[in-house]
């Protein structure tokens, strides 16, 4: 009896925080089928906002933006952020510290602080804000996410690995590129997700440094700043919501379904 | 087993050849990071010493001055949104942290602890923008009709704030507490502690890396957000990252934005520094953790 | 069995026909234990067997899914662990790493409330804390006993294994409890420093006098230390008796090859007194049995002796490792190979004679040596039974539909490496080494269990098929078979009573 009741109050305050969590994306989701200007007022049911949004050039050409800067940036900052791993774990004491503060000043900064700081640099040295210093940033602030999940991988690698490459005749490169590398595919693909969720995420930084580029993130807080809010953007964000639920539910239940196999293994 | 045994058979086949290898071997492995640390030296340390400069100099002689931080005592406006700032940061971690706790409990306990799908939930709003989080609060409050003015203005920006940032305070709590060994507590009840004794002798003190972090992750990001109070609030909601962002998008104002940036960088070098100095304490003590 | 009142009454803990259910998993069966006040009690099996669960549930973190905890006479089924006069030490000790040495110790007692001997206005009895003095007191005292006087100030992690386990057990025998309960408390600690703690618990045991309950799946840990050993399998009890008990007298096969070095036989009774097995009769001290009763039968190494020249079974020495302080030799003969244990060494390849004394050979009722299941009859010469379908020699003319009793001896059951060769597939669950031939146990997809004496031998969790030749089943009505079986039970019983 009394277990039961426990496990009542513990549930019933678990349910109470999810209605927390959720309630308003899905109010929001819901007002997205009505067209009134006003926020919070049902005028009948229509999907008229949506026929709005991908009739708007400008939402689409933000949206093309946000993708392709975050497929570039993700792209690279795997790349750097992989090898930046595989020298940081290689190496000893204050060197090892001294890369790990250079890794961190990113992550712990404000974003900012980050920004403004990114902004007079590039007008210091004449760079024009636009495509090039959103990529430049942009990789620069995820390389340490994509680090922080090769890093784990390469601690459960049999440190022998790579020497055998080197034994079996391989040079330095081709061991690390056909040994060590394919042990870190993984840890390198969800530092790519995460660096590309990050990236399209970022609006923060990019405010300061995109020039003329527009990206979805600083589309909504351009128009959201603004007092009377464009009721299209329900729509866009009820569509946003969707999507980026859908990826990460999907992704999740695949990565739950291979660890499970992984046990039965 | 096969390959570490050819490893030094082969090794063996000269000491020369080894010591080359060897060497060959450290300089290149580490040599990966190389390209990283570089780009981070140009675009991540030396703009921050830009900013310095900038925090130094006067923005029509170019002169080194120090009137830019003396803005921040002058007249006290700045400095009093910082107050402000940190009094709703501290409103607002008390807030997240006093909700996520007991949720962290209930999804690490026994009861619920195989409903991976039940976290996942928990957990997925952090990766959805905080903008668009930010709106979805921003129409509740409009039905709920909480008013743009007095006092209801700062419950509209606290909740934002809450409602933004729980996440990042329920994460680094379950993890704590869903690592913790489980026979700790029960040896703490063994010894005749009732569960509210148990909860406040053993389980909070060992959560410290987890609320550390926690706050961490909610506490500094509140100060310098500016996009929750632009659409939230009003000018009297204004955060220190209001405050910056408005000095940067004035031409003028980037030299007393740097010296404000700096003084934020300093801030949050302080937390930092301090978080680490608790948790190391209680690393050392608590190895499990 | 009856029970004296004096016994009654020292019985600190019963445990009366506990089960605990884990999602739809017994972890423990119907469980009946008494353990008398002062006493070291072992409970001992391998991993999986339920024993951890049960100690659980005497603590308070598990409840009984049926059944009661009595303490003292008291029911505690549902008490809480805080509130049990009952301490543990747990597997990893379970110390609190934020918290030294000392703070541990003295966790307990500043929680702890004692009588002041007065009472209130409303004549309950009123408790106070103990004070700093009493709590210094008793915690010195403690670190005292476990040899770590001067540990006090040190922090938990820094200890070494045999530290931590010591400051374990001080924090929880500080509390004085009723009980104490050990649940693997040597685990994880090295051979050297295990055998070291043996000793220490048990002079431990004997100072304080406190009733010790202790979990483990070392049969030696079990015999050195306890007064009393309960052996568990599969949740349920197996037999509660002394060490030289269970050792000299093992209720079954399980007990008997789970504790020590055992050579286990088939054999039948020819009388009372006379057992026969590899083709040879043998006097033995076991009566009660009928005539021609097959049984079990178990052997210990120590106990047959070995001449060059005379013997009741003539062998061939196989091999012979030398062990310490006597050789261990296996020996071939009529089929089985024996387990001889003995100070004067025999070369390999040389003959041998073996002869067993009545007291070495101790006998064990037969459990069951025929699968029973039933089935129905799917066609003219098929019956349907453990998701399968077999093919048999319908004697009877039964008819289709027809719902029978299927028996299969254990020893005409085939397993084949392939599950695509069997009729059904299956998992190996449990092998038991029966001398001439294996007793494998095997569970199928039907979740039902098959026994097979086999002289091949199979893994646990091997996956297998099963096979029965039509000749093997036996099928009769299963009206007919309950009919049967009731004239036996009656014939049994009367045999016992006589």
Request: charged share 20%; hydrophobic share 45%; glycine share 6%.
């Amino acid at each position: 009896m009394n277990k039961n009741v426990k496990t009542g109050v513990v549930w019933s305050f678990v349910a109470l925080m999810l209605v927390f969590m959720y309630l308003p994306i899905i109010i929001l989701i819901v007002f997205s089928f009505t067209d009134a200007r006003a926020l919070g007022v049902w005028s009948g049911f229509s999907v008229e906002l949506y026929v709005d949004l991908f009739n708007n050039a400008q939402v689409m050409t933000a949206l093309g933006n946000s993708l392709i800067l975050a497929f570039v940036a993700a792209m690279l900052a795997t790349l750097l952020g992989t090898a930046a791993a595989v020298g940081i774990f290689h190496m000893r004491k204050w060197k090892k510290h001294t890369a790990n503060f250079v890794a961190n000043i990113t992550m712990e900064n404000a974003e900012i602080v980050t920004g403004v700081a990114f902004m007079i640099f590039f007008l210091v040295v004449r760079l024009p804000n636009g495509w090039i210093t959103l990529i430049i940033a942009h990789t620069m602030i995820t390389v340490p996410y994509v680090i922080l999940s090769v890093m784990p991988r390469l601690s459960q690698l049999n440190p022998n690995l790579y020497e055998a490459g080197l034994d079996l005749g391989a040079s330095p490169m081709r061991s690390m590129f056909t040994v060590i590398v394919p042990q870190l595919i993984p840890g390198m693909i969800s530092g790519f997700i995460m660096a590309f969720t990050l990236s399209l995420d970022d609006f923060i930084v990019s405010k300061f440094i995109n020039g003329n580029v527009s990206t979805i993130p600083i589309y909504l807080y351009n128009a959201l700043a603004k007092k009377g809010v464009d009721p299209t953007l329900r729509a866009l964000s009820a569509v946003l919501f969707v999507a980026v639920l859908a990826v990460l539910i999907a992704m999740n239940i695949v990565s739950a379904k291979r660890r499970k196999k992984q046990l039965v293994l | 087993m096969n390959d570490s045994v050819n490893v030094t058979a082969v090794a063996d086949d000269g000491a020369r050849k080894k010591d080359v290898k060897r060497k060959m071997r450290g300089i290149k492995r580490s040599a990966f990071a190389f390209p990283y640390l570089a780009l981070s030296v140009i675009f991540v340390i030396v703009p921050l010493f830009i900013m310095l400069y900038y925090a130094f100099t006067d923005s029509v002689t170019g002169a080194f001055t120090f009137d830019n931080f003396k803005r921040f005592t002058d007249g006290w406006s700045a400095s009093l949104i910082l107050g402000k700032s940190l009094l709703a940061a501290l409103v607002t971690t008390v807030i997240c942290f006093l909700l996520a706790y007991p949720l962290a409990l209930a999804l690490s306990s026994t009861a619920l602890n195989k409903k991976f799908v039940l976290v996942m939930l928990f957990i997925l709003p952090m990766w959805i923008n905080s903008l668009l989080r930010t709106y979805a609060i921003k129409i509740v409050l409009s039905i709920l009709n909480v008013p743009e003015t007095g006092f209801a203005i700062w419950i509209r920006v606290i909740m934002g704030m809450v409602y933004d940032f729980f996440p990042f305070m329920l994460l680094p709590l379950y993890s704590v507490l869903s690592g913790m060994d489980r026979s700790l507590t029960e040896a703490s009840q063994d010894l005749g502690a009732s569960p509210v004794q148990t909860l406040f002798k053993v389980t909070l003190p060992l959560s410290v890396p987890g609320i550390v972090s926690g706050v961490l992750m909610v506490f500094m990001p509140t100060v310098s957000t500016f996009a929750i109070s632009d659409i939230l609030g009003n000018t009297d909601t204004y955060m220190f990252g209001n405050i910056i962002n408005q000095w940067f998008n004035s031409s003028s104002g980037w030299n007393i934005g740097s010296a404000y940036s700096f003084i934020l960088l300093i801030l949050i070098a302080v937390t930092v520094l301090i978080a680490n100095l608790i948790t190391k304490g209680k690393t050392e003590t608590g190895g499990i953790l | 069995m009856a029970i004296t009142a004096r016994e009654k009454f020292d019985n600190i803990i019963e445990i009366k026909n506990v089960t605990k259910i884990f999602d739809g998993i017994t972890a423990v069966d119907n469980v009946n234990l008494a353990v008398r006040r002062g006493e070291f009690v072992t409970l001992l099996g391998p991993s999986g067997c339920g024993k951890t669960t049960l100690l659980r549930m005497i603590a308070g973190f598990a409840m009984p899914t049926s059944g009661t905890i009595m303490l003292e006479k008291q029911d505690v089924t549902t008490v809480p662990p805080h509130l049990r006069p009952i301490n543990t030490v747990f597997q990893k000790y379970a110390l609190f790493p934020h918290i030294n040495v000392y703070k541990n110790i003295a966790y307990g007692l500043k929680l702890k409330r004692v009588l002041t001997g007065e009472v209130d206005k409303k004549g309950n009895p009123i408790y106070r804390k103990l004070s700093k003095d009493e709590i210094d007191e008793k915690v010195k005292r403690v670190l005292k006993l476990v040899n770590l006087e001067s540990y006090g100030h040190r922090d938990v992690t820094g200890l070494s294994g045999g530290q931590q386990q010591r400051v374990a057990i001080a924090r929880a025998i500080v509390c004085e409890p009723k009980v104490l309960l050990l649940d693997e408390p040597l685990g994880a600690l090295d051979l050297k420093m295990r055998k070291e703690m043996q000793l220490e618990l048990a002079a431990m045991h004997k100072n304080i006098g406190i009733t010790f309950i202790y979990v483990t799946h070392d049969q030696e840990e079990a015999l050195t230390m306890s007064d009393k050993i309960v052996v568990m399998t599969d949740g349920a009890v197996q037999q509660y008796g002394t060490p030289k008990k269970i050792y000299d007298e093992p209720a079954n096969a399980f007990v008997a090859d789970f504790i020590g070095e055992s050579n286990i036989l088939s054999g039948v009774m020819k009388s009372d007194f006379l057992v026969e097995f590899c083709g040879t009769k043998f006097k033995c001290m076991d009566k009660g049995f009928g005539k021609d009763e097959r049984v079990d039968l178990v052997v210990r190494p120590e106990d047959i002796s070995i001449d060059g020249k005379k013997g009741a079974l003539k062998g061939e020495v196989v091999s012979s490792v030398f062990k310490g302080t006597y050789y261990e030799m296996e020996i071939l003969a009529e089929d089985y190979q024996f387990t001889v244990q003995n100070t004067v060494e025999r070369a390999v390849g040389e003959t041998v004679f073996l002869s067993i004394g009545p007291d070495g050979i101790h006998i064990m009722k037969k459990l069951k040596t025929v699968n029973e299941f039933d089935g129905v009859v799917s066609s003219e010469n098929t019956v349907a039974f453990c998701g399968g379908e077999f093919e048999f020699v319908n004697f009877d003319g039964l008819e289709k539909g027809a719902e029978v009793r299927v028996k299969i001896p254990f020893d005409k059951v085939e397993l084949t490496d392939d599950e695509k060769d069997g009729a059904i597939g299956a998992n190996v669950t449990q092998t038991l080494y029966k001398g001439s031939y294996y007793q494998v146990q095997v569970y199928t997809d039907d979740d039902t269990d098959f026994f097979v004496d086999t002289v091949d031998e199979w893994d646990m969790g091997d996956r297998v098929g099963i096979n029965i030749k039509p000749d093997d089943i036996t099928v009769t009505l299963r009206e007919r078979a309950d009919e049967i079986a009731a004239e036996e039970n009656t014939t049994e019983d009367s045999a016992d009573e006589r």
